[in-house]
Structures are given as C-alpha cells and as structure tokens.
C-alpha cells in the first residue's frame, strides 16, 4: 500500500527524500535510531541514482506482511546517451555497490536491473511492535498528516542530522561506559576466582610435596628395616640348606625350600621399594660410563634363560648392528631391560622372545622387547605402570609379581632422559619400548656438540610432527625418508612452540594423545593466531576425534597406524609443494650463508641453493631459476656489480629480484645506485633471532617474495 512518491531530479530532491523516509518512518512508529538508519539508507541509494542516471523516483509503502514493512523503493532510469559518467547501464552496478553498506542499515535489500536500463532498489524494515496489518484509516491519517508538513530547508536539515549524530554518539558512549563497567565487573569477579584457585592449588601443592616426602622417607627407612632381616633369613635358609649344620630329611628341605623362595620375593620386592623411593626422593645416582651394547645382552641372555621353564619359548638377541657405544648408567639399563625381559618369560608360553636396539630418533638408541604373550587390552596399557598394578589374567594365579617392575623402569628411563611406552594386542603378543639417549646429560645441560640442534636441510621442506611416542616419531622419519620433506620432531606442546617460533612449517602432524598435555590445546593455538592459521594441520592419533579436529581447523584426521601412501598423498593434496619459492644464496662465507639458512627457515617454506662464488651463482641461477637471490658484494672471483650486470644481461635470469647482503659499508650515493638494481640492501650481522628474521622477510616482502609482497624496491 503506497504512502508517498517523490521524483528525484535534482540534488535537493535527494534530501528531500531523505526528509521524508525519517518523517514516514517516525508516523510508523519507528525508534529514533531506526529513523536514522531508514533516512539514510534512502539518501544514500537516490543520490547514486541522482548521480548515475538521469534521476528516478523514491516511493514508500508499507507491505501487509507477518510483521508488515516499510518497503523503500528507488527506481532509478537509465542513463542519457549523452552521459559520459560510469552509469548504471543495465547491470545496475553502481547500485549494486550500495548492498554492503546498506544491508546493515535494513532488514532487506535487493537490486533489480531495468529491462530498458536503470535499475530498482526495493529495502525494506519490520515495523516495529506490530504483528498484524495497518488499516486503511491508519494509512489515510499517515498520509494527511505527511501533506501537512513543509520541507525543510538545506541549512535545517543539516542541523538536524547533527542533531541526529551527537545523539548516536551519546549513545554509542552511554552503551559503552555500560559495556566497559561490566567488564569491569566480570574481570573483577574472575580475578577474585583466579587469586582463590591459585591458593588452592599452592596448598594442595604443599600437601601433595608434604605426602611425597613421607611416602619417600617410610619407603627408604622401611626398606632398610625390613632388608635387614630377609637377609638373614636368606643367610639361615642357605645354611641349612647346604646341610652345615647337618642334613635336612626331605620334607624339613622342601619346608625350607619354601622359606627359602618366599624369602627370595621379599627381597625382590624390598630392592624395588627402596630403588622407587631413591628415584622419588631425587636421591638415584647415575653413574656413566662407555659401553658396548652386545656385552650388556649376552649378561642379560645369562640372566633371564634361568626364567624360561617353558621348552616352547625360544630367547633371541639380535646383532646391535651399528647402535655403537652409549655412554650411560648400564646398570640402570639393564635393570629396565631385565624387568621387560623379566615380564616377557613370565607371560609368554609359546613362541619367542626377542630382543633388540638399533638407533632411534635423534641421537638415542632404541631397545625393545617383543614377547609372543597374553598381551595386554587396551584399557589396562597405562594400568601396568602404575605402581603396584597387575592385569587380571589366567596366568596370574601361576606367576606372581610385585607390580613394581615397569613403574620402577620407567621412573629410571626418565632419569637417564628417556622413556619407556608399550604396543600391545591381547592374544598376540606385546612389544616394550626403551628409548635411551646415547650419552646420558644432567638436568638442564646442553648438547655438547654445536649440531646437536635441528638444522634445515636447504633442499627439503620442514615438516613439524609432535609426537611423544618415540616409535611413531621413528615411524614417520622411516615414512618420510626420500620424501621432499624434513621432519622436525617435537615431543610436548612446549617444544612445538619453540619449534614454530624459529621454523615455519610447510604442515604439522599432530597427536592428540601427548603425556599429560593435549594437542587440542596447541591445535586451538595454531587456527587463533593469524601467523599459524594457514598451516595445514593433520591430526594422527590413536581415539576417535574427527569431528572435533575439523571443526577445530584441522586440513585432516587419521587414527593410528596411518599408511605410508596415504600420509604422502595427503601431504601433497594439502598444497605442502605449492607456493614454496627458491632462494639462491651467492655468498663466499659458509657462516653467512647458515645464517641465512636459518633465517629462511623461520620466514616461511623456502628452498635455497649455495654459491661459494660469483660463477658458481651464475651457472645455479641459470639452472635453477630461483625467485630471489641473496647477493653478497665483495667475493674472491668477482665482485656483487659483476654478478648484477651478467645476470641483468643474461634474459633467463634479468628478471630475478636481488637482495644485496654485504658487511661493506656503503655511503649514500652507493645506496642510491644500488637501490636502482636492487630489491632491498641487508648489513650483515651474527644475530639469528626473530629480529634478524624479522629484517629478512621486510627484504622478501620488497622483493615481492612472502606472504606481504611489495615490488617497490627499497632499503631494508
């Protein structure tokens, strides 16, 4: 049902819509900020229709809908052909243009091309407080009453619309004073939270130290108390054994027997209490020393072979091949091996046993122990290294134990900086895990040799895995090896961290499941922050999780074990080969270019090639067309100018953006000359920091290299 129509011929009548779509609005029954919104929504789309075109027509009316509207409607004609102005034309684009800004003032908004050119723009708003129809009277009276009142003028309408703008600031500021003082409030209300769970848990942590200190010092003192009379126990029954004191009859030997055996257990168990207590109490000692690792299996053969009563169960050592010496506590090694070992013939009854080490991931050595055995569920893998805790099963009854046998061996694991995990399949057999590094470092030493760190390799791309499972990280190297891929292995959320903050990876590989933390939370991380979101994430891990990983921002998800082909081919699907640009590094100093390297490492995915010369970086950027090069000025056989003016000349390679890297210094009018050829000038410097990093990517970006390119060339 119309309500009024205005023609649109001149700029006056833009504001003389403006004028009526508030007054329309008003009699409506429309707030005020609402009349503010529908006035200007109306001036806006007639003025482009004023500007555009040769004027059109501004109508109002409201649509009898569930609620009813005020619909807005310009009709706006097609342009003259004299009319050399971007028109509308018949696409209506000028309009168009409008849609953004307008939908947030209106409820509706659509743009109909004319058939004869122009367009139609119909905007529309609920009315406010009304469910049913308008009458007739009602539109009659809103109509009477619109005649009644005169335009105003220019100078007026300008007043009132800062009239309008003062009092939408007031409320913008009243809204957020209201807005800021409940914060205020909430923020206030959660530090008191937070300063009360920080007291509770600085009190459950004294308690908790308060308990372990008496679980260590009953623990060390009884064990002493009770060592003491077990070996005299074990002493008196070998005496009488042996017949010392003259022989026993046969049924006084078997009863002796029996104290003899019972005696035996409860010095097992006494020397895991005290070797658990020392561990705890931070009291274990280790004692390094080189040794080979063939010597310390054939002890350990001499060992357990007593412990096979079973014909059916074969012991086999493999050849250490090429695991070398380890310079480590040995006797603590072999007392983890020696409880795995210890378990293996206790639940094996056919099949083998079979032992073996070879090198693991990073400078480690991996042992393990694989049986033939009952196996071990699932829900009870975490079970068994809980202190005095013992699976059910029917070769339970039959062969007794302390439960203290693998907590111990992982608490010592830890001790010599490594650990222990399990893979286990009920029925089948269980696999333990020892990973040891190869030379044992106190508490907070660092790596003696300068590579220990992770390097880049200059023609592989970086990929992040964490993983604390030393078998699936070894998995994945193996996996990987003669891939275009690298990996960088972290073992916490804490080292993942660390890892991104120097390298920028291609994609990360993710377990979920790591110890005492979970990868949700770096995952959460990663999708937050604009400088990981784009890094492609695979989630890898052993419980059902799918949903939540790719609503979390996760390019995948894959329970454990994963397949080599399908893990290749998913990297490659998720662009991990795409956008990864060549870097060529001219440079004669081997310091320099590792330092580059490095840097490169944490711009972004980058290759780099060398050149320990200008000829060698002639004859590489002919060959492998990279997108930068990295320039130094001053070489043995020929000078940064030289290579500049053969590579300007050469067109396979005038193309290529430089960025000159010199320790030279250069005074102003250098700059200017070689700013005119090159993309950025670098100072060399040692740092290798995120400020370096920081200097290179500014240097890429002005190359037009990296992820905020400029080809403006400049100094950085």
Sequence with gaps: MRIL???????????LARQRARQVSELLGFPLLDQTRIGTATSEVARSAFQFSRGGRAEFFVEQGKPPSLVVRIVARAPGPADSRAGLGGEASELEGQAPGVRRLMDRFQVEASPGGGATVAMA????????????????????????????????????????????????????????????????????????????????????????????????????????????????????????????????????????????????????????????AGKAVVRPRSFEVGPLFESLRGVIRPLLSRPDVALVFEAPFGVGP?????????????????????????????????????????????????????????RIFEEFGQVENPLQGRVKGTGLGLPLSRKLAELLGGNISVKSEPGVGSTFFAVIPRVYREPGEEPARPDGRWEPDPGLLPLLVVEDDPVDMLLYEKVLKGSEFQVLPARSLDEARKAMRRVRPVAIILDILLEAESGWTLLTELKSQPATRDVPVLVLTHVDGQERALTLGA??????????????????????????????????????????????????????????????????????????????????????????????????????????????????????????????????????????????????????????????????
């Design 5 to 15: 129509s205005i023609e649109i011929r001149q700029e006056a009548d833009v504001v």
């Design 125 to 280: 708003k609920a009315l406010p407080g009304r469910r049913g129809p308008l009458s007739p009277q009602e539109l009659e009276r809103i109509a009477a009453e619109l005649s009644g009142r005169s335009p105003r003028s220019m100078l007026d309408e300008l007043q009132y619309q800062n009239q309008e703008l003062i009092q939408a600031l007031q409320e913008l500021r009243d809204r957020q004073a209201e807005i800021m003082a409940l914060h205020r409030d909430e923020l206030e209300e959660t530090n008191r939270g937070v300063v009360a769970l920080y007291a509770e848990l600085d009190e459950n942590a004294k308690v908790l130290r308060r308990i372990s200190d008496l679980k260590s010092r009953f623990l060390s003192n009884m064990s002493h108390e009770f060592r003491s009379p077990v070996n005299t126990i074990l002493t008196l029954t070998s005496f009488l054994l042996e017949g010392s004191d003259g022989a026993l009859n046969e049924e006084q030997s078997r009863q002796v027997t029996y104290i003899r055996k019972a005696a035996d257990g409860l010095h097992a168990l006494v020397n895991d209490l005290l070797d658990l207590a020392k561990v705890e």
């Design 326 to 382: 380890l310079q480590t506590d040995e006797g603590k090694l072999a007392q983890i091996l020696q409880n795995f070992l210890s378990n293996a013939a206790k639940f094996t009854e056919r099949g083998e046993i079979r032992v073996a080490a070879r090198a693991g991931p990073g400078d480690t050595v991996l042992f393990s122990v694989a049986d033939t055995g009952v196996g071990i569920a699932p829900a009870d893998r975490e």
């Design 555 to 716: 390019a995948d998800f894959a329970l454990k074990p994963v397949d080599q082909a399908w893990l290749l081919e998913r990297l490659g699907a998720l662009g991990a080969k795409r956008d990864v640009r060549t870097v060529l590094i001219i440079d004669d100093s081997e310091a320099d270019r590792r330092r580059l390297r490095e840097c490169l490492a944490a711009c972004g995915p980058y290759r780099t090639l060398e050149a320990d010369g200008g000829e060698r970086g002639l004859a590489a950027a002919v060959a492998g067309r990279p997108d930068v090069i990295f320039l130094d000025l001053v070489m043995p056989d020929m000078t940064g100018l030289e290579v500049m003016d053969r590579l300007g000349q050469d067109p396979a390679t005038s193309g290529i953006p430089i960025i000159i890297n010199t320790a030279k210094y250069l005074d102003e009018g250098e700059r200017k000359r070689l700013g005119g050829v090159a993309s950025a000038i670098l100072e060399k410097t040692a740092e290798t920091g995120p400020a370096a990093s920081g200097s290179i990517r500014a240097a890429l970006a002005r190359a037009g290299i990296g992820q905020h390119a400029s080809t403006a060339p400049s100094e950085a």
